[in-house]
């Protein structure tokens, strides 16, 4: 089992919509990350979260560390946002900062 | 632009030879993150270099090793390359060992 699962693993949504991509973890992390890769290949950082909730533009992500589970959220959807999104955590290892990844959720959105 | 800059982009090769992949992280960014981003097992953390030593190490197979330099560039050769290395190697950096990691845009290693 993957320390880091995302679901769904593939979503399509029309232009407006709202999205959510779900991630959850099943060991002591320090801090969660959501990243955005395009069909080029680069990856974007757009959140790192260790509690609450962060917004930046049309983007959110929450974090309960209590559950063991973070969400993004994005408002307003549109055919840019189309991409891979991946959840990763870093786990719990001292002084070091390793990235754990979940599988991604590749998401299209369509006019 | 991260500020993450990693050369070549590509690089194709054939089976049983080597390969030296550079990154150069963002200034002032004292830690380069190794990642490998292979079609049958998404992405993997490979190693962590802070500020010249090794900090953390993952996935990283016998045949590969990396260092960072006094200027805080960063290399991962990868030796008796085989198929199944073939993928997009990434960069990451962050100001302190903790810190958000920002990526480079890669490199797509093709081995023949």
């Known amino acids: 089992k993957n320390e880091v699962e995302q679901s769904p693993q593939n979503l399509t949504a029309q232009e407006g919509e709202f999205i959510t991509i779900n991630c959850s973890y099943s060991?002591?992390?320090?801090?969660l990350h959501w990243l955005q890769q395009h069909p080029g290949g680069g990856i974007v950082s757009l959140f790192m979260l260790s509690s609450g909730k962060k917004k930046h533009g049309r983007l959110i992500a929450t974090i309960n560390i209590q559950e063991k589970h973070s969400s993004l959220h994005i408002t307003a959807s549109h055919p840019r946002d189309s991409a891979v999104y991946i959840c990763?955590?870093?786990?719990?290892?001292?002084?070091?900062?390793?990235?754990?990844f979940g599988t991604g959720t590749r998401l299209q959105v369509t006019l | 632009d991260s500020g993450v800059t990693q050369t070549p982009k590509h690089l194709i090769t054939a089976t049983g030879q080597r390969v030296t992949l550079r990154c150069s992280p963002r200034s002032g960014d004292l830690s380069v993150y190794w990642y490998q981003q292979s079609l049958d097992q998404g992405l993997q953390f490979l190693i962590q270099?802070?500020?010249?030593?090794?900090?953390a190490k993952g996935n990283i197979l016998e045949r590969f090793s990396a260092q960072q330099f006094p200027d805080l560039h960063s290399e991962l050769n990868l030796s008796s390359l085989e198929l199944g290395d073939s993928a997009l190697y990434f960069c990451?950096?962050?100001?302190?060992?903790?810190?958000?990691?920002?990526f480079g845009p890669g490199t797509r290693l093709t081995v023949l």
């Open positions: 270099y802070y500020n010249g030593e090794e900090r």
């Open positions: 990451a950096s962050s100001v302190v060992a903790l810190g958000e990691q920002f």
């Open positions: 990763a955590a870093t786990l719990n290892t001292g002084t070091a900062s390793k990235l754990t």
């Open positions: 060991v002591g992390i320090s801090a």
